[in-house]
């Protein structure tokens, strides 16, 4: 019986990476467009990854910018070039897997901010990552626990749960995962980083009222991953449950991940938002696009 489920999932595997080598690389770059004054702006770069502009600072999220992930092609290209992001205050990671901690796209950014600006950014990440990340050129490793927050300027930004694991490789598990939410006076942002529906998502909306919500819809066939991610219609109920205002769906169309036809998670996505009448709260964004929420 267990040599049938692990022959069973060795074949899903290689269906997904024979998907991924065999599809054609897809998508635009371009430049990112940037806040004036009182705006805040995302850019999609591309699966989890973001640019962020809230209260006059600069942030990228879980940036990656890899062609491939190990035997996995990325089949849309990163939305922006790093050489054209301007400079970076700080870097968030939400987790140490591999599609959202890319060491060489973590340490590129640090080393174009210093270039642009003189100056080396800083890195934020969840508890127990710190010796993944020192050696990347960045002026301090911050490690955060759920709810425990840091200030880069005007800008707060506090750790939040998520319901996922955190482990590099497969002993482990002690590394830390979160999602972050940003907030300069009545703005605010939340990023979810990975992770499946759960009850922490009331708690994030009472104790931090965020705005804008970034949240994932893709990995979720087979159901079984649904116990580490969204799927669409997950997500939505954590946007309800939240109570903010926009949503902006994220970990899709990048990286065949999993089971799900590539296109499935946006129009499952549309379905239950025009379900709920909600279709004028999603914020669809494509790589490279940055929109403004005043």
């Given amino acids: ?51 962020l502009q809230i209260g006059g600072k600069n942030f990228v999220i879980d940036p990656n910018f890899a062609r491939w992930l190990f035997v996995l092609k990325r089949l849309r290209r990163p939305g922006v070039r790093i050489a054209d992001l301007p400079p970076i205050d700080a870097v968030l990671v939400t987790h140490a897997h591999f599609d959202h901690l890319h060491r060489p796209s973590l340490r590129a950014i640090a080393r174009n901010t210093l270039r642009k600006s003189g100056k080396r950014p800083l890195l934020i990440v969840p508890k127990n990552l710190r010796d993944l990340v020192f050696d990347l050129g960045y002026s301090s490793v911050t490690e955060l626990e759920w709810w425990a927050s840091v200030r880069v300027g005007p800008v707060e930004i506090t750790a939040t749960p998520a319901n996922h694991w955190g482990a590099r490789v497969i002993r482990d598990v002690h590394r830390g995962f979160c999602g972050f939410v940003l907030r300069a006076g009545e703005q605010s942002l939340y990023h979810s980083g990975d992770t499946a529906y759960f009850d922490g998502f009331h708690e ?63 129009a499952r996505l549309a379905a ?21 929420f005043s």
């Fill in 1 to 51: 019986m267990l040599n049938t489920a692990i022959r069973r999932k060795a074949r899903s595997f290689g269906r997904i990476v024979g998907h991924s080598a065999l599809t054609r690389r897809t998508g635009v770059t371009r430049k990112p467009v940037l806040a004036t004054s009182g705006q805040v702006g995302i850019t999609f770069i591309g699966h989890s990854s973001f640019l």
């Fill in 204 to 266: 994030i909306g009472k104790r931090l009222h965020p705005r804008v919500a970034m949240l994932p819809i893709g990995a979720y066939d087979p159901p079984s991953f649904r116990r580490v991610h969204t799927s669409p219609e997950d997500a939505v109920q954590a946007f309800m449950d939240m109570n903010a205002s926009f949503m902006v769906p994220m970990h899709y169309g990048t990286f065949k991940l999993s089971q799900e036809p590539m296109e499935e998670p946006l």
């Fill in 272 to 292: 239950e938002a025009n379900r709920r009448e909600i279709a004028n709260r999603m914020a669809v964004v494509e790589e490279g696009v940055t929109k403004f």
